[in-house]
């Protein structure tokens, strides 16, 4: 999903929070856009292997940084 499709499925409604900028986000939504893109998504292997590496990529940028976190704690 480019920054175009972005704009228009969300509303920001406050400040990003958490480390990675991507959580706690108060936002707003068009349902029927944002069911349109996941059937698209859905519908074709390509784009959802796109979206699932994304998101992978993401979960482990996270996992690495409370990892730094909770080691920082420790020493």
Request: charge should be negative.
């Amino acid at each position: 999903m480019d920054s175009n499709q972005q704009k228009t499925f969300f509303t920001f409604d406050g400040d990003i929070g958490g480390t990675g900028g991507y959580a706690g986000v108060s936002v707003t939504s068009d349902a029927t856009k944002v069911a349109k893109t996941a059937s698209k998504y859905l519908n074709d292997s390509l784009l959802l292997n796109q979206l699932t590496e994304q998101v992978y990529k993401l979960l482990l940028e996270d996992l690495r940084s409370q990892r730094e976190r909770l080691g920082n704690y420790n020493s």
